[in-house]
T-cell receptor, first 114, second 111 residues
């Protein structure tokens, strides 16, 4: 079955530590996205990528970094510069290439501070 | 002002009731519109796209009014399983198709 896989499901970060969240898709989608969701708030876009080796900052990119070395993979690193990292992180993908349409989500990673 | 605004609710309704959610968006450049459903502590899932002519999918009807920048979702004959948060989402064609999410409306259907 095609889909988006995020791992781990739960992650704990120590002070000063960088952590990386994995996102893999086998939908052959060009576009991939990372969102953050805080309680009672809508999803906010962190980074997005339309093609391999290219990505753009979203609305709240500070303290995060990404890479897009393969079409299938879009890992997100939460750096120590992100002072309030506790949130639900969602990865999504869409056909991209100028095609409007819905995004499909992975089942998320919950990040907490130890 | 938020780009996409929804009444947070919660809407508490009995089984079998009809309930309507509204959503307004501020950016007239928005091109596509969706309703997503999100269950507690789960990822959002696409419920339906919203078209200017209005569209229906079983018990769910979505309407778009571009002039008023207003989107609605009507749920008829509510089921217990409809209990969830409903997210209004608009899409703009900037670099890539950027989705902007409302904060969601909570629906609780009770027996």
């Amino acid at each position: 079955d095609g889909g988006i896989t995020q791992s781990p499901k739960y992650l704990f970060r120590k002070e000063g530590q960088n952590v990386t969240l994995s996102c893999e898709q086998n939908l052959n989608h060009d576009a991939m996205y990372w969102y953050r969701q805080d309680p009672g708030q809508g999803l906010r876009l962190i980074y997005y990528s339309q093609i391999v080796n290219d990505f753009q900052k979203g609305d709240i990119a500070e303290g995060y970094s990404v890479s897009r070395e393969k079409k299938e993979s879009f890992p997100l690193t939460v750096t120590s510069a992100q002072k309030n990292p506790t949130a639900f992180y969602l990865c999504a993908s869409s056909i991209g290439d100028g095609v409007l349409g819905p995004q499909h989500f992975g089942d998320g990673t919950r990040l907490s501070i130890l | 002002r938020k780009e996409v605004e929804q009444d947070p609710g919660p809407f508490n309704v009995p089984e079998g009731a009809t309930v309507a959610f509204n959503c307004t968006y501020s950016n007239s450049a928005s091109q596509s519109f969706f309703w997503y459903r999100q269950d507690c502590r789960k990822e959002p899932k696409l419920l339906m796209s919203v078209y200017s002519s209005g569209n229906e999918d079983g018990r769910f009807t979505a309407q778009l009014n571009r002039a008023s920048q207003y989107i609605s979702l009507l749920i008829r004959d509510s089921k217990l399983s409809d209990s969830a948060t409903y997210l209004c989402v608009v899409e703009r064609m900037e670099y890539g198709n950027k989705l902007v999410f409302g904060a969601g409306t909570i629906l609780r259907v009770k027996s």
